[in-house]
């Protein structure tokens, strides 16, 4: 498994995507669109940013002995009443394939079980294999579809998330 840091998306990170400036520290292919959606919501006023004792917003995924930002993932909201949270990722094309995305959905769901989330969700598109595979390889099943939309759950009270 690939080493990985996330680290929180701050407003300024949010600021820099909007207004496409560039850092030295971003991949080629970084922000995807998931990232975009995600500084617009932060830039907007409603998207909460990571702050202590609150992780549920966005991260960056950045390779660990470099760090070189390749993607995001995070929260799309904090946990309903039911403590399930719902969670999205996305990983630089050139980047994509090497078990990032699952290394940094794994992370994500160690936090959100660390944090009291005792169910995870995700929505895939249903040509959407290899994002199908992360959610596979994290141990996510699938449940329901919704609309166009694949749906999938993870029970984090039996789950390590790791």
Do not use: C
Request: charged share 20%.
């Amino acid at each position: 498994m690939p080493r990985i840091v996330l680290l929180p998306f701050s407003e300024e990170d949010a600021v820099a995507v909007l207004e496409d400036r560039r850092s030295p520290l971003w991949a080629d292919g970084y922000p995807t669109g998931g990232d975009v959606e995600m500084a617009a919501r932060i830039a907007g006023g409603t998207k909460q940013i990571v702050s202590e004792g609150f992780p549920w917003s966005v991260w960056t995924v950045a390779l660990a002995d470099s760090g070189l930002i390749v993607g995001g993932v995070g929260f799309h909201s904090e946990p309903d009443g039911a403590a399930t949270v719902e969670v999205g990722y996305g990983i630089a094309q050139e980047f994509r394939g090497q078990g990032i995305a699952t290394a940094a959905l794994l992370a994500l769901l160690h936090m959100a079980q660390e944090n009291g989330a005792a169910r995870a969700v995700a929505g895939t598109d249903p040509d959407n294999i290899p994002s199908q595979r992360v959610l596979q390889k994290a141990g996510f099943s699938r449940t329901e579809d919704q609309d166009a939309e694949l749906r999938w759950a993870m029970d984090l009270t039996t789950k390590a998330g790791t």
